[in-house]
């Protein structure tokens, strides 16, 4: 998987499915990164009430999961193909290449704004001032981003796989590094509260958050701006479908439901988190939180290994998000080969990279991308679940000979036009049409294809279906074989292994320690000195023990494998 094309065109074969661990690693490092020191700090510009981001955050990043437990994993693993391949089924090769090419300038954008975010940390060690505005203001942060997009890229090609493994020894770490940041600026937070003199209770923590960390300034947002945005954020990947693409890997559907592990750690504690180191840096600093780029708020709350967890935050999503880009120019011709297309396309990413303005003005990127690809979701639904209970043909656009689904493309760019003209007219808040949109898109497309060809029956329809459901029947009989078992199987580990990985443990237990000690004694200075030893430790001997464990699953695979082929041979 990690140097052969990774079946962008066809199914995935049954040896190839992951199970669930990959997925919940994956998640939990992709969505705990350097974009939620942005997302959180800029909750706190907004002027949004601590309330209303406490509750609005917890509903929001509930149906985000639902939505990728109930919506993506399961039209994933029933085809077990990327979003491209599916889509050129329903809608053919001319719409396929349309939104190729959308999806992946939004993806190449997305990933840009991670290693800017990245690069903010690096160019603290050059001294270079933040970069806020819209362009760099020194060279050297344009070749800081060259040398950070060049790691992330060397990631992104070698695949899933490596991706996963990546994501498995960073998320513990990371996500402990937003806690302990927490921890490290409340008490700037509470010198700064005139009512509260410590937090000895959750109302007391209420009353720092509201009046100190999220001070509700601009009446005309609420919980409800904060519900929506937490489940628009990651649409593009759920709603619209685009983790299909790694979804694909599951043994099972319900490995879906590990999302819930990055939305509630990522996308709600670390959000949390970073609002109170963002209002904790600006209250140090003795200015506006809108000031200051991520790099320096996690410097301030945790020195160099500040610097760290942002470079490795940024790291973590820009190279699946990369991976996602290539995987869309690939589908304009196959060819091409995924490989060589993700080095063009992380060549390109990390020029936009060089601008600020990618991660600064995030929030409502985002939202405009939920908006572009909210549509494409719509229609692959509808085509998937919708049409067999309404007696319509599924893929009957190519059945018919069409090289365009004309039915998808109109419902596509008018609902898009439609969407973006409720917003520029100020009907509706850009996190509040989604829902609405797709709904239309939904009942647009049903019509336009019932009135196309939908509703015509073809006998090629049947020889498909036939021929999809002999393939899950073997990929059913295969993940009930003793090999499929043995893939799974526990290995034992050896004495060094398991001492590596207790000391990995230890390592991120004295980080915590060191947190909440700074939290107790109100000293910064230590943390920031000390935290980078136990976070050394954690990486050398996780790392060992992950790789090592590595090796042994798959000399135990290999020769369970032969020992079970060699007898059936003779």
Same mark, same amino acid.
């Given at each position: ?9 066809? /199914? ?24 939620? *020191? ?6 706190? +510009? ?13 509903? @929001? ?12 994993? /399961? ?56 970069? #806020?505005?819209? *362009? ?10 060259? @040398? ?23 998320? /513990? ?7 302990? @940041? ?31 960390? %999220? ?8 919980? %409800?701006?904060?519900?929506? $945005? ?48 963002? !209002?904790? !840096? ?17 410097? &301030? ?54 601008? =600020? ?54 419902? %596509? ?18 996190? $509040? ?9 939904? #009942? ?44 799974? !199987?526990?290995?034992? &580990?050896? +004495? ?10 230890? !390592? ?9 000690? +700074? ?10 000195? %000390?935290?980078?030893? =136990? ?17 042994? &699953?798959?000399?135990?695979?290999? +020769? ?6 060699? =007898?059936?041979?003779?």
């Amino acid at each position: 998987m990690s140097t052969a094309e990774e079946f962008e065109t066809q /199914p995935i074969t049954p040896d190839k499915l992951q199970g669930g661990k990959t997925f919940a690693a994956s998640y939990a490092g992709e969505h705990v990164a350097g974009t939620e *020191f942005v997302i959180g700090a800029l909750f706190v +510009s907004w002027g949004v009430g601590a309330i209303d981001v406490l509750l609005g955050l917890l509903l @929001g990043n509930l149906l985000a999961v639902l939505t990728w437990g109930l919506v993506t994993a /399961p039209i994933a693993t029933d085809t077990r193909l990327t979003l491209y391949a599916y889509l050129e089924k329903i809608a053919g090769p001319g719409t396929i290449k349309l939104y190729s090419v959308v999806n992946g300038i939004l993806f190449c954008v997305l990933a840009g704004a991670m290693i800017t975010v990245s690069a903010s940390a690096v160019r603290i060690l050059f001294g270079i001032p933040d970069q #806020v505005g819209y *362009f760099p203001t020194d060279l050297r942060f344009v070749l800081v981003v060259l @040398g950070v997009g060049a790691v992330v890229v060397y990631m992104a090609v070698k695949g899933f796989e490596k991706l996963a493994a990546f994501a498995e020894v960073c998320a /513990p770490w990371m996500i402990l590094m937003f806690l302990v @940041g927490a921890f490290v600026m409340l008490p700037t937070t509470v010198a700064a509260t005139a009512s509260v003199d410590s937090i000895n209770s959750f109302s007391d923590f209420l009353t720092v958050a509201s009046e100190s960390i %999220w001070k509700d300034t601009d009446g005309d947002i609420g919980i %409800w701006h904060v519900v929506a $945005f937490a489940w628009v954020a990651n649409l593009a990947m759920h709603g619209s479908l685009g983790d299909m693409t790694l979804l694909r890997f599951a043994k099972k559907a319900k490995y879906g439901y590990f999302s819930a592990l990055g939305m509630f750690i990522g996308h709600y504690m670390a959000w949390i988190c970073a609002g109170i180191m963002g !209002a904790g !840096a600006a209250i140090l600093l003795k200015t506006s939180i809108t000031a200051i780029d991520p790099g320096s708020v996690a410097y &301030q709350a945790l020195g160099a290994t500040g610097i760290l967890a942002v470079i490795i935050a940024g790291w973590t999503t820009s190279n699946p998000t990369i991976y996602r880009a290539g995987l869309a120019f690939s589908s304009l011709n196959h060819a091409w080969g995924r490989t060589r297309v993700t080095i063009v396309v992380g060549i390109i990413t990390t020029i936009i990279a060089c601008s =600020p303005f990618v991660f600064s003005g995030l929030l409502g990127f985002v939202g405009y991308m939920g908006l572009l690809l909210a549509p494409v979701g719509a229609i692959i639904v509808a085509e998937h679940w919708l049409f067999p209970k309404m007696g319509l043909t599924r893929y009957w656009s190519s059945y018919k000979g069409n090289t365009t689904n004309l039915a998808a493309v109109i419902t %596509w760019v008018v609902s898009m036009v439609a969407g973006i003209a409720v917003e520029q007219t100020g009907l509706l808040h850009l996190f $509040f049409i989604l829902i609405p949109l797709w709904i239309f898109s939904t #009942v647009l497309y049903l019509g336009l294809a019932s009135a196309m060809g939908a509703k015509e029956t073809y006998p090629e329809a049947r020889v498909a279906e036939q021929a999809e459901l002999e393939r899950k029947e073997k990929e059913s009989a295969y993940l009930s074989s003793p090999v499929s078992a043995q893939n799974v !199987a526990k290995n034992k &580990q050896s +004495s060094l292994v398991k001492f590596a990985k207790y000391l990995a443990w230890a !390592a991120l237990a004295s980080c915590v320690y060191l947190g909440v000690m +700074s939290y107790v004694n109100q000293d910064i200075e230590t943390i920031r000195t %000390w935290l980078i030893a =136990p976070t050394l430790i954690y990486f050398i001997t996780a790392t060992y023990a992950y790789l090592a464990q590595s090796k042994q &699953q798959q000399e135990t695979v290999h +020769s369970d494998c032969e020992a079970t082929i060699k =007898p059936a041979l003779k």
